[in-house]
């Protein structure tokens, strides 16, 4: 990992919101309800539970996810009309091995 991606994400982890995402993302079929039309979450979360579940308008949450989305912390996936989203485990290690 290079010095300018760990910035961008450094930044995106500097906002209580985008770090409870990854919280809550860590173990989605706690956090919220399998989507009615995939049932599982082996693509991520529906981004409208996560925009109901943070309680923000919908534009500053899809800036947040677009933002954790560049940065690599997360990985999209659409099926239809509906966009899901999960941790980037593979980014995130980078970036816990680059600052320690």
């Known amino acids: 990992m290079d010095i300018k991606i760990a910035t961008e994400i450094g930044k995106c982890l500097s906002n209580e919101t985008r770090v409870q995402i990854l919280e809550w993302l860590k173990e989605p079929e706690k956090n919220f309800p399998p ?14 539970y996560i925009h109901e579940k943070a309680g923000l308008s919908q534009s500053t949450i899809s ?38």
Do not use: P, Q
């Open 35 to 48: 989507h009615e039309t995939l049932k599982h979450f082996e693509d991520g979360v529906c981004v409208t």
């Open 63 to 100: 800036t947040y996810l677009t933002n954790m989305e560049r940065c690599g912390l997360l990985i999209s996936t659409r099926h239809g009309k509906w966009s899901y989203l999960k941790r980037n485990e593979k980014t995130i290690k980078e970036y816990i091995n680059f600052i320690s």
